[in-house]
């Protein structure tokens, strides 16, 4: 018997594999036969229950991975939210670009480009603007597009428009198309304000040789890129605030026709110094 099982034990690799082969199907085709043995079988094994902290852990993590990442990005972006609203910066002005153009991309200092034509508004000892680009495609047959996130950015800027807040906006006229939705009177007549003045037509005007287009690289387009300014109605509430910042809007625009049409936009005077009569 002792002889049986040493030879056993010194079976050939091929044999053992073969032999395991046929438990294997022989164990298959009676769980076809039986299933409910089987079924049987399973119920009465227990659940595995972690104990220690790291089975714990990895159980936890496994079912819960996704809620987990969820949770931590909305606190990211509530506390992004407070540290915005409570401790961020007082801005003079806003500017939003919606076009196809990622003009960020080639120029890195965009924000203090557009502070070149603000001024410091609220009196804060300092000129900010914010610079928020949205960068959105209309066209249907545009290639190489991030259709979610086209989706996103797309209502990104319809959230800026309903929010009535900005009202400087740069565009192409896909987008001021987008943006108006057929009706007029969105923006102001700047033609009505500035007459006379070749790159303004009607509410737009066309910052493409301006020396603000030529560095946000627009001199090299084919297609015009304008600045508009909101006017009051709609989601832009007719109050103190609204008036003050298409007056900030205004100027912002004034500053950039200051430039480029030094001729009809004299500088202005400072106020003469009379301290000297008022000695005598």
Not at 88 to 102: F, H, I, Q, R
Not at 111 to 130: I, M, R, W
Not at 150 to 171: H, P, R, S
Request: hydrophobic share 35%; net charge negative.
């Amino acid at each position: 018997m002792a002889k049986k099982k040493k030879k056993d034990a010194y079976i050939d690799p091929q044999q053992r594999e073969l032999r395991e082969l046929i438990e294997l199907k022989k164990m298959q085709q009676a769980a076809a036969e039986h299933p409910e043995e089987v079924q049987a079988e399973f119920e009465k094994e227990e659940p595995i229950v972690p104990k220690t902290f790291k089975e714990k852990w990895k159980n936890y993590w496994y079912h819960y991975k996704g809620l987990t990442w969820g949770g931590l990005a909305g606190v990211v972006l509530v506390v992004w939210l407070i540290k915005d609203i409570f401790f961020g910066p007082e801005y003079d002005l806003s500017v939003t670009t919606a076009t196809k153009y990622m003009f960020s991309a080639l120029n890195d200092s965009m924000s203090s480009d557009l502070a070149s034509y603000a001024e410091d508004y609220n009196g804060d000892g300092k000129t900010d603007v914010t610079y928020n680009e949205i960068t959105i495609y209309l066209d249907p047959e545009a290639e190489n597009v991030d259709v979610q996130m086209n989706a996103i950015n797309l209502q990104k800027l319809m959230a800026v428009f309903a929010g009535g807040e900005d009202l400087l906006f740069v565009l192409e006229q896909e987008s001021y198309d987008y943006v108006c939705g057929g009706k007029e009177g969105i923006f102001i007549d700047l033609s009505a304000l500035y007459p006379d003045i070749d790159i303004i037509e009607g509410d737009k005007l066309i910052l493409n040789d301006t020396a603000l287009g030529k560095k946000m690289y627009l001199n090299g387009l084919e297609e015009d890129v304008f600045l508009c300014v909101r006017d009051m109605g709609g989601s832009v509430k007719e109050d103190d605030e609204s008036l003050s910042t298409m007056e900030r809007s205004l100027d912002f625009v004034e500053n950039i026709l200051r430039e480029e049409y030094p001729d009809k936009f004299p500088a202005e005077e400072a106020p003469a110094d009379n301290s000297s009569e008022e000695a005598r």
